[in-house]
């Protein structure tokens, strides 16, 4: 049932990343995402959308760290604050909870386990996500500190 939500979500990503980026653009808690291409911001969730039982299944920790990490950076660097990264993370979420919620037709009581295994490997990776993110901003936000001083 876990593996039937996933590649739901996969064959829908593109939608998805569109739907998505509709809502950054139009939420007035993420206007410093303008610095952010269109594009590029488009990718980077479509990725996550179209890659998903890659991330929740077969991605290490590690995989997740470095992935967020360097978002958290680049984020940075584009004058987004961590904030802003870490409502956009939690859009992210929110956008495929709501397509599950839209999509999803329970016929069996096993159906709700894979669902819910579902949102709780969601949880997880989404979490691990911001903090890594946080991690890579708060990095990037020092080494560009430091850039300034010797500069």
């Known amino acids: ?22 809502k950054i653009e139009n939420c007035p ?15 980077r969730v479509y990725e996550v959308y179209r890659h998903l039982g890659e991330w929740l299944l077969g991605k290490t920790e590690a ?18 604050p961590s904030c802003q ?10 956008n495929l909870w709501d397509y599950l919620k839209q999509e999803s037709v329970i016929e069996r009581p096993a159906e709700i386990f894979g669902e819910l295994e579902v949102l709780e ?6 979490d691990r996500a911001i903090y890594y993110a946080a991690v ?7 080494e560009m500190a430091q850039v300034a001083i010797h500069s």
């Open 1 to 22: 049932m876990a593996y039937r939500f996933v590649r739901l979500i996969e064959t829908h990503s593109e939608g998805l990343a569109k739907a998505l980026r509709k």
């Open 29 to 43: 808690k993420l206007v410093d995402y303008h610095n952010v291409p269109a594009e590029e911001l488009t990718e």
């Open 63 to 80: 995989d997740i760290e470095q992935r967020y990490s360097a978002i958290g950076k680049k984020r940075a660097q584009q004058g987004v």
């Open 85 to 94: 990264v870490t409502w956009t993370i939690c859009l992210v979420k929110e």
């Open 121 to 126: 490997l969601l949880d997880q990776f989404f």
């Open 136 to 142: 890579g901003h708060e990095q990037a936000r020092v």
